[in-house]
């Protein structure tokens, strides 16, 4: 599993959200969402991406990046 399907579900578990509703905001099936999550889909667009990030309530590179970058020192 990689960095962005960890980070699509965590920011959707810690929100509450369920796949159902994130899958609704995006247009595709509950299904297409619980695949992006487990890496079953690898190559998610970047329109994807951004949409996810606006559902997530985070940014596109916070999904796609090690969480060391965003860390205030």
Known sequence: MSILNERIKQRRLALNLTLLYVAEQLGVKE???????????KNIKHETIAQL???LDCSPAYLM???FLYLKL
Do not use: F, H, L, P
């Not at 299904?31 to 889909?41: F, K, L, M």
């Open 53 to 55: 990030a606006e559902i």
């Open 65 to 67: 990046e090690s969480a």
């Open 31 to 41: 299904a297409t969402v619980q695949r992006y999550e487990s890496g079953d889909i």
